[in-house]
C-alpha cells in the first residue's frame, strides 16, 4: 500500500546565501528542446552521514544518469571531501574536474525518528548556490526522498518538471509461454519496490493510471468474461465499471479522471464508447464497421486519438472528444497502433510495424514530423513520462523466453532496459506522487 507519510518541505536553505560574487558566468543550465544533448558533467558527493547517506546519493546519480541528461562524475575524481554541506565548497576543485554543477546533502535522524534529508545544488562556474531543500519522512521512504531530490535538481537545471518520483504498473509475466501467468504489478520508476497488485489466474491486460489519483483501471477475464476495473491503490478497493457484451478493450481515463474510454466489441467490429464514472451512463463516439480501438485523450480533453482499420490496415486517427470531426493522420508505410497523446500535448507516441520490424515513434497531432526512436523484432506499447520527456515500451527479442521493459527519450539515443523481477509487459506510467 502506498505510504503517503512523507512530508515535503521545499525550503531554500539559509546560512550561506548569498555568497560572495564569483566570476562572471551564465548560469549552468540545459535546454532540453534541442535535438541532440551532450549530458552535463554532475558532481554528487555521498551525503553525511553514514550508509544510508551514501545509498540517497548513490539513487540521486542513477536517477539523474538514467535521463540522458547528466554525466554523474566518477567520485573517485573528486579533489576535496565534503565534511560540511552547510559551508561554500572549493569551487576550483571542482571546476578541475570539469563539475558544471555540484550536489552535496546530508541525513540525519530526529528525535521522533523521522529522516531529516537536505541537499544544496552548486554552480560551480557561478561559485553559488542554485537550490537548496530539506526533507522529512519515515526512514523506510529514503528511496522516495532520493528521487525528489532528483527531480528538484532536474527541474532547477532543465526549467521542467522531473519524472523520477513516480511509479509504472504493468503486467508481470511468469511460466512457460504455453501457460503464461499475467498478474498486475507496479514498481518505481527505475524498477525497485517491485511488488503484485493483483493474484489470481485469469488475464489481465492494459492498466493505465488516472492522471488525478492513485487509481488503475484495466481489463481482466475473471469470471470467464472481459470486465474493465477500477483498482484504488492505496485501500486496495477494486470495482467493475460496467458489464458489457462482447470484448472490451483498452480503457483509459479521461485527463480529468472523471470517464473511461474505451473500444467495445459487438458484431464482430468495434467502436469507442466513454462511461461517465460518477452516473454511469455510457456514450457511444463512433459508429462504423471497422475496428476502432486504442483511444487516448489530448491533455486538455478536447480531442482523442485512435487506431482503426477502416481504411484497410491499421492506422491513427483524431476526432473530438464528442465523435465529432474525424479525420486520419497516419498516412506511412505500414501499420499503427497503440497511440497514446503526450501528457505536453504536443505529440503522438505509437507503435508501427512496417519490414518485418515493430517501432515506437511519435508524431505531431496533425500527422506530421513522424520521427521513429526505436526498432527491433518486436517493439509495443508506449506511456509517457508525466512531463512527456521519456517514454517507456516493452520489447520482446528474437527467442527471448519473455517480454522486457525498456525506457528512451525523445532524442531516440537513450534506451534503458528497466530491470524486473520476471517478464514484463504493456506499461503505463503514473503522474507524479504527492
Not at 2 to 11: A, E
Not at 235 to 253: D, K, Y
Not at 270 to 286: E, H, P, V, W
Amino acid at each position: 500500500m502506498f505510504n503517503r507519510i512523507l512530508l515535503r518541505v521545499l525550503i531554500v536553505l539559509a546560512g550561506i546565501l548569498p555568497l560572495a560574487a564569483g566570476p562572471a558566468s551564465a548560469r549552468v543550465e540545459i535546454d532540453i528542446t534541442k535535438g541532440n544533448i551532450e549530458p552535463l558533467p554532475i558532481a554528487v558527493t555521498d551525503f553525511l552521514q553514514g550508509d544510508l547517506g551514501r545509498k540517497i546519493s548513490d539513487v540521486v546519480a542513477a536517477d539523474l544518469r538514467r535521463s540522458g541528461l547528466f554525466a554523474p562524475i566518477d567520485r573517485a575524481a573528486f579533489i576535496e571531501k565534503i565534511s560540511n554541506p552547510d559551508a561554500a565548497p572549493r569551487f576550483q576543485d571542482w571546476r578541475v574536474i570539469n563539475a558544471q554543477a555540484l550536489v552535496t546533502g546530508r541525513v540525519t535522524q530526529e528525535a521522533d525518528g523521522r529522516l531529516r534529508a537536505e541537499f544544496r545544488l552548486w554552480d560551480t562556474a557561478g561559485q553559488s548556490q542554485m537550490t537548496g531543500q530539506q526533507f522529512f519522512t519515515q526512514p523506510e521512504n529514503w528511496r522516495r526522498v532520493a528521487h525528489i531530490i532528483a527531480d528538484a535538481i532536474y527541474k532547477e537545471i532543465t526549467g521542467e518538471d522531473g519524472y523520477f518520483d513516480t511509479r509504472v504498473v504493468y503486467v508481470a509475466e511468469s511460466g512457460p509461454k504455453t501457460a503464461r501467468k499475467r498478474q498486475l504489478a507496479i514498481m518505481d520508476q527505475d524498477g525497485f519496490n517491485a511488488r503484485a497488485i493483483t493474484n489470481s489466474n485469469s488475464i489481465v491486460l492494459t492498466p493505465r493510471f488516472s492522471p488525478s489519483r492513485q487509481e488503475i483501471t484495466y481489463m481482466s477475464f475473471e469470471g470467464e468474461e472481459p470486465r474493465v476495473y477500477l483498482l484504488q491503490l492505496e485501500t486496495g478497493q477494486r470495482e467493475v465499471v460496467g458489464n458489457f457484451p462482447g470484448m472490451t478493450f483498452a480503457p483509459r481515463f479521461s485527463p480529468d479522471g472523471q470517464r473511461v474510454i474505451m473500444s467495445l466489441q459487438q458484431d464482430g467490429n468495434a467502436n469507442i464508447y466513454t462511461m461517465d464514472l460518477r452516473s454511469r451512463t455510457t456514450t457511444r463516439l463512433t459508429n462504423t464497421a471497422a475496428i476502432d480501438t486504442s483511444p487516448s485523450y489530448s491533455p486538455d480533453g478536447a480531442r482523442i486519438v485512435f487506431e482503426s482499420d477502416r481504411g484497410g490496415r491499421q492506422q491513427l486517427y483524431v476526432m473530438g472528444a464528442d465523435g465529432s470531426g474525424q479525420s486520419r493522420i497516419s498516412f506511412g508505410d505500414g501499420a499503427y497502433s497503440t497511440p497514446v497523446w503526450s501528457p505536453r500535448g504536443d505529440l503522438i507516441a505509437f507503435t508501427k510495424q512496417s519490414g518485418g520490424k515493430f517501432s515506437i515513434g511519435v508524431m505531431k497531432p496533425d500527422g506530421s514530423g513522424e520521427r521513429i526512436l526505436t526498432s527491433g523484432f518486436h517493439n509495443e506499447g508506449p506511456t509517457w513520462a508525466p512531463n512527456g520527456r521519456v517514454l517507456m515500451f516493452f520489447r520482446q527479442n528474437a527467442g527471448a523466453g519473455g517480454p522486457q521493459l525498456y525506457s528512451i527519450d525523445l532524442t531516440g539515443y537513450n534506451e534503458q532496459l528497466i530491470k524486473t523481477q520476471g517478464y514484463a509487459s504493456d506499461p503505463a506510467w503514473s503522474p507524479l506522487l504527492e
